[in-house]
């Protein structure tokens, strides 16, 4: 596949992403879009090939957050959010914030002059 090719994929890929992950939400959904078109047209005369080839690993990895990263929530009553979590949502463990837990104390550092 020639870099020409690569990049359109990737101009798509990127356009598909934003379509699935920000689905219903109008406003997220134009500003992701209009990003990704500024982003490209900002390189779009670009020619050395290393150059792309990194900014198209660039747009490879965005398109990956998007799709493992980043979730939907809507408010469905007051205080209670729904999450759109989809198939390929990294799921981690998640710790209630206690504002209680001890804070430790930060050793002293020594000056150079001191050792």
Do not use: W
């Amino acid at each position: 596949m020639n870099i020409r090719s690569e990049v359109f994929s990737c101009y798509k890929m990127l356009f598909r992403t934003t379509k699935i992950v920000f689905n219903g939400d109008i406003a997220a959904l134009d500003a992701s879009r209009q990003k990704i078109r500024e982003e490209f047209n900002k390189n779009r005369f670009l020619s050395d090939e290393k150059a792309i080839r990194d900014l198209l690993k660039v747009g490879r990895d965005a398109d990956e957050f998007l799709r493992r990263c980043i979730v939907q929530a809507e408010e469905v009553k007051e205080n209670h959010y729904m999450a759109r979590i989809r198939d390929e949502t990294i799921l981690q463990d998640n710790f209630l914030f206690n504002p209680d837990a001890p804070i430790p104390a930060k050793k002293p550092r020594k000056k150079c002059s001191e050792t």
